[in-house]
């Protein structure tokens, strides 16, 4: 059986609002790499799917610009 990730390690991860992130991008940084993503779904994603390759891997949430471009 698999065991799970206990709270106190750096990697344990959990929801932490039911609210729609609309208001932020995402930046993942790894140790070579870092990749700025647009919606909290594609984080969770890149997250999982990278997560055992880069165990060092942390997500910044950013501001969206506003204003006109």
């Keep these: 059986m698999t065991e799970l990730i ?3 390690d750096p990697r ?3 929801q932490t609002s039911d609210g729609y992130y609309d208001r932020h991008h995402y930046k993942i940084v790894c140790k070579n790499k870092s990749v700025v993503l647009e919606s909290w779904e594609e984080v969770q994603e890149y997250w999982w799917n990278n997560m055992a390759l880069n165990p060092d ?3 910044e949430v ?3 610009k506003r204003g006109f471009k």
């Design 6 to 8: 206990k709270r106190s």
């Design 12 to 14: 344990f991860f959990e």
């Design 57 to 59: 891997m942390i997500v």
């Design 62 to 64: 950013l501001d969206k």
